[in-house]
């Protein structure tokens, strides 16, 4: 048996057709994506800057704070050294010492936060206040808390008072730019709330236009693929499956595709009596999706059915189709899987020739037996050829032909049925071509969950005594 190759049976597959529509609404659906992105990404950005300006703000306060505790920590020091002085308690030492602790502490956590401000004029100032008060405490407080002498103490007091007045000035020259610092960081605050909001109010309104233009592009976009699907039922009604009363045989079909939307593909099979004695069968898979494939089946089934008119032997009508659909169908991507015999009711014998399809079965009693393949599939090279071989039939065999819609067929693990899996089914289907052909339908539904994944064509003919010909219809006789 042939085997031909996943990829080349895929090829067309992993084409996907866009048209215009298609190819609007995704070029739509990128730019409302690229949208989306941008607004993302402004809106992180815009929340760093938020989070930023409001650390800022934070800071700044911090620094406020320590600040006036920097100041309050002199006063309280020298209030320490005055009562100390004028009354020789050591109380007012104790609340010194406590003071001086608390300055040194304060203007510390002052330099760090100017440091995390980046301002080195704030820092500067911190380390001069600093400086000034170590020189206070050398020249005023740890004089006068040793020898607090009455005499000494007004002119070391009024030295201790130019330190610091030095230091409550450059508190002040630092709370002024603090202040300024601050109202620049609020208005930097109130801006970038403002700017996101702004932000926001444009990407509400771009979505809102954008989500309008994608809602009737999709409406314009499903109504052309549903006028579509309309067409492609109606040809596929005429062209894909038909079937008329051969001698000898009953006929069963089934068609199932595997979605209801436009992209519906070539699965074919015909029936076509050429005289009294000779009936043609034709199953087929062409290549490609929607209206296309369709068409497609049309050329397939009628250039088979015209070359049968001249030319009994399957393998030479395929070796005439496989020129005919290169020199007629331009696009290099599209083949045809397919399946031709030809019953001779007089001589209970099917030949048959198989271009790649191996869904082909003759089930006779307990047993069935697959149709070797015997040829490439049609549509790669015009120096292919193809055999034909001939099998006998008897009365009770059932000829099975199935598209890869029924060895395809995966189960929820995402296992295939595959061509042992068919075998196994056709054993167990009733002799009746119909409901054998219902039957393994079912099957393959119940496999998938439901739902199949590959376009799915059965044709089941059965083999009958003479005795038991159907009579003709109107249309065989007219024939």
């Not at 609340?95 to 304060?106: G, H, K, M, P, Y």
Request: proline share 3%; hydrophobic share 45%.
């Amino acid at each position: 048996m042939l085997r031909v190759a996943p990829e080349v049976l895929n090829r067309s597959a992993n084409m996907p057709y866009l048209d215009s529509s298609q190819r609007g609404a995704l070029a739509l659906g990128a730019l409302l994506a690229f949208v989306l992105l941008v607004t993302v990404a402004g809106a992180f950005r815009i929340y760093h800057q938020l989070a930023e300006a409001a650390g800022e703000q934070r800071l700044l306060v911090r620094a406020q704070e320590q600040l006036y505790g920097v100041l309050r920590a002199q006063y309280d020091e020298e209030n320490g050294v005055r009562g100390y002085v004028a009354t020789r308690r050591e109380y007012f030492l104790g609340n010194r010492v406590s003071a001086r602790d608390e300055f040194d502490q304060t203007i510390d956590d002052f330099e760090r936060t100017t440091r995390r401000l980046g301002t080195p004029a704030l820092t500067a100032s911190a380390r001069n206040m600093a400086d000034v008060h170590r020189r206070w405490e050398r020249t005023v407080a740890e004089p006068l808390s040793v020898y607090p002498l009455p005499r000494n103490a007004p002119r070391v007091l009024a030295t201790g008072k130019v330190l610091a007045d030095q230091i409550r000035a450059d508190a002040g020259a630092v709370g002024l730019r603090l202040d300024m610092q601050l109202t620049q960081a609020q208005r930097s605050l109130v801006w970038r709330i403002n700017q996101t909001l702004g932000v926001a109010v444009v990407a509400i309104v771009l979505f809102g236009i954008l989500g309008i233009i994608f809602v009737g592009s999709r409406r314009r976009m499903q109504a052309r693929l549903e006028r579509e699907r309309r067409i492609i039922e109606v040809l596929q009604r005429a062209f894909r499956t038909d079937w008329e009363t051969l001698p000898k045989s009953r006929v069963g079909s089934a068609y199932v595709s595997a979605t209801r939307d436009a992209s519906v593909g070539g699965d074919l099979f015909d029936v076509h009596r050429l005289d009294r004695d000779h009936g043609l069968i034709v199953v087929a898979d062409v290549s490609g999706k929607g209206i296309e494939a369709a068409v497609n089946t049309a050329f397939v089934k009628y250039s088979i059915r015209t070359l049968a008119l001249g030319e009994r032997d399957p393998a030479k009508i395929l070796d005439a189709f496989n020129v005919l659909f290169l020199d007629s169908i331009k696009d290099p991507g599209l083949f045809v899987v397919a399946f031709v015999g030809v019953l001779d009711a007089a001589t209970m014998q099917l030949h048959y020739a198989s271009a790649g399809h191996a869904g082909a079965f003759l089930r006779r009693g307990a047993d069935v037996l697959q149709l070797g393949v015997t040829g490439p599939i049609v549509g790669l090279d015009r120096s292919f050829t193809y055999t034909s071989e001939t099998v006998g039939l008897r009365a009770g065999d059932l000829l099975v032909l199935a598209t890869d819609g029924l060895t395809d067929a995966r189960d929820r693990h995402g296992k295939t049925l595959d061509e042992t899996g068919a075998m196994r089914l056709l054993k167990e289907s009733p002799r009746d071509p119909q409901a054998c052909a219902d039957q393994l339908v079912s099957a393959v539904q119940r496999r998938s969950g439901g739902r199949i994944f590959d376009d799915l064509a059965l044709l089941v003919i059965g083999i009958e005594e003479a005795g038991q010909e159907r009579p003709e219809t109107a249309r065989d006789a007219a024939a």
